[in-house]
């Protein structure tokens, strides 16, 4: 049946045949590389550079979470969001302690 093809058909199945693997490849080396809550943790406290974390939460984008940490550190509080690789995208701080946020 191969043989029976054109090239045409051929280098189209070939260069599907790649496109998958490349895919999956990219899937598993994101979903090996995603941190969990503990490490966003870990992230989240390491950008406030210490503190307490007062309350979190993890929202489920689809294969991937964002963890958000409230921190408190003295009178400083700290809002961090940690991507699903461990990354702090948004760090937001304010002074006056964490009973003067309001969400």
């Not at 045949?17 to 406290?45: K, M, T």
Request: aromatic residues 8%.
């Amino acid at each position: 049946m191969w043989k029976t093809l054109s090239t045409k058909v051929r280098a189209l199945i070939i260069a599907a045949i790649v496109l998958v693997v490349i895919l999956a490849a990219v899937l598993i080396g994101s979903l090996i590389l995603r941190v969990d809550v503990a490490e966003a943790r870990e992230a989240a406290l390491a950008a406030a550079g210490g503190g307490e974390v007062v309350s979190q939460e993890i929202d489920l984008e689809g294969l991937w979470s964002e963890y958000s940490f409230d921190i408190v550190d003295g009178d400083t509080w700290y809002e961090i969001e940690v991507n699903a690789f461990g990354r702090v995208t948004s760090l937001e701080s304010k002074q006056g302690g964490y009973n003067s946020y309001k969400h």
